[in-house]
């Protein structure tokens, strides 16, 4: 079975760290891409960053570059997601979302989230 | 702030068949396949509909899916009260290098 956990939200003030994981199982980690995708309270699904399985290859929405790092470990199974400079508008859940293998772009599975609130 | 846009709900008694439509441009819809996610309240998104009109397995065949140009729309016949939720379509996008989520779409059966 599918699983993805991941774990690291919390509150963090304005111009803060934090950084997200993702344990992966049941699937080989190493052979998908892998996402992150946000949803702020009450709003609809937004999507953050993409990795390739050797994590050579990273984007990232305009929200967020700079200032996010999209990472994997695919000895530890695990997807990362680093975030620098937090504003009060980067406030979401934040999935980590396996992609499927091909030239088709979309995710099949979705890990429960975990929350992150910028506030002072 | 999304590129694809839905409506922001539809409605439906129990039974009827319920339309969604999501709009976009050459950049991501007009040139590449439209997915569908199902969000349940209080739950991550799941898998509806990809490749524009691909069921993955387990998904009823009361939800169905096309594509037009730079539109796509989703259906959802025989609608149930465990339909209720939010739709999003999505698509990757040429220009922005990124994927797209549409605006959302919140399906209430009356």
């Known amino acids: 079975e599918v699983q993805m956990l991941e774990s690291g939200g919390g509150l963090v003030q304005p111009g803060g760290s934090l950084r997200l994981s993702c344990a992966a199982s049941?699937?080989?980690?190493?052979?998908?891409?892998m996402s992150w995708v946000r949803q702020a309270p009450g709003k609809g699904l937004e999507w953050v960053s993409g990795i390739n399985i050797s994590g050579g290859s990273t984007n990232y929405a305009d929200s967020v570059k700079g200032r996010f790092t999209i990472s994997r470990d695919n000895s530890k199974n695990t997807l990362y997601l680093q975030m620098n400079s937090l504003r009060a508008e980067d406030t979401a859940v934040y999935y980590c979302a396996k992609r499927v293998s091909g030239r088709y772009y979309y995710f099949d599975y979705w890990g429960q989230g975990t929350l992150v609130t910028v506030s002072s | 702030q999304s590129v694809l846009t839905q409506p922001p709900s539809a409605s439906g008694t129990p039974g009827q068949r319920v339309t969604i439509s999501c709009s976009g441009s050459?950049?991501?819809?007009?040139?590449?396949?439209v997915t569908w996610y199902q969000q349940l309240p209080g739950t991550a998104p799941k898998l509806l509909i990809y490749?524009?009109?691909q069921r993955p397995s387990g998904v009823p065949d009361r939800f169905s899916g096309s594509k037009s140009g730079t539109s796509a729309s989703l259906a959802i016949s025989g609608l149930q009260s465990d339909d209720e939720g939010d739709y999003y379509c999505a698509a990757w996008d040429d220009s922005l290098n990124g994927y797209v989520f549409g605006t959302g779409t919140k399906v209430t059966v009356l």
């Open positions: 050459s950049s991501n819809i007009g040139s590449n396949t």
């Open positions: 049941g699937f080989t980690f190493s052979t998908y891409a």
């Open positions: 490749g524009n009109n």
